[in-house]
């Protein structure tokens, strides 16, 4: 893995099923985040996690949750999909510290459509 | 509230240079990014700033004037590959970055 990794790459979902995107990072970054975009809106971040075994809701959390059990793995469960959240989500991570910043690093995005 | 603004789209010819404006309102700043989206791709990081001024990399150069809540990114030399969305991201007070929609960027032969 080099990078940052997501799964799967698109997925057609029927309203109500359950999902689970997966999302794996192998540069040891404390902090993850999960983004949803939509045409015409900029990115929009969901829930994120800025170390281990915390996380945080963002701007757009309900129907979303999320799991940080160890650094490198940050899934993003929908429980029962709606159509108003087919999106491009995208995961990112950065190695941040309270007294520093550095850039995100974005993975390559999941398709996902709710029928 | 939070705000950004940049514009929606622009056109430039290859060769030449373009500025794209972006103004922000944030609770709290701790810097403002610049990234560049390819259509159907993930965004890719070109700038960042925290104090106010110019900061050149290469082709790209990126400005900020914390006082105005303003930057903008100049791209010189324009090549087709340049074609993508640039998004504006400035970094509020809890470092979370406010995001832009993005100014789609047309690059004309």
């Known amino acids: 893995i080099a990078g940052i990794t997501q799964a799967p790459t698109s997925q057609i979902l029927a309203a109500g099923r359950r999902m689970t995107l997966r999302c794996t990072q192998d540069?040891?970054?404390?902090?993850m985040y999960w983004y949803r975009q939509d045409l015409g809106l900029g990115l929009r971040l969901i829930h994120y996690?800025?170390?281990?075994?915390?996380?945080g809701k963002g701007e757009v959390p309900d129907g979303y949750s999320v799991s940080r059990a160890n650094t490198d793995d940050f899934p993003l469960t929908l429980a029962s999909a709606v159509p108003s959240q087919t999106s491009v989500y995208f995961c990112?991570?950065?190695?941040?510290?309270?007294?520093?910043?550095?850039?995100?690093?974005f993975g390559p995005g999941t398709r996902l459509t709710v029928l | 509230g939070q705000n950004i603004d940049q514009p929606t789209e622009m056109t430039a010819t290859e060769g030449a240079i373009v500025q794209i404006n972006c103004t922000y309102q944030?609770?709290?700043?701790?810097?403002l990014f610049w990234y560049q989206q390819h259509a159907g791709e993930a965004p890719t990081f070109l700038s960042y700033n925290v104090l106010d001024g110019l900061e050149e990399k290469g082709r790209f150069s990126s400005f900020l004037s914390r006082s105005k809540g303003y930057s903008y990114l100049l791209l010189k030399e324009l090549q087709m590959k340049d074609s993508a969305s640039y998004l504006c991201a400035p970094a509020d007070s809890n470092y979370q970055l406010i995001w832009g929609a993005g100014t789609k960027l047309i690059i004309k032969p």
């Open positions: 990112a991570s950065s190695d941040s510290s309270g007294e520093s910043y550095n850039e995100q690093f």
């Open positions: 996690s800025n170390t281990a075994g915390t996380t």
């Open positions: 944030t609770s709290g700043f701790n810097g």
């Open positions: 540069m040891r970054h404390n902090a």
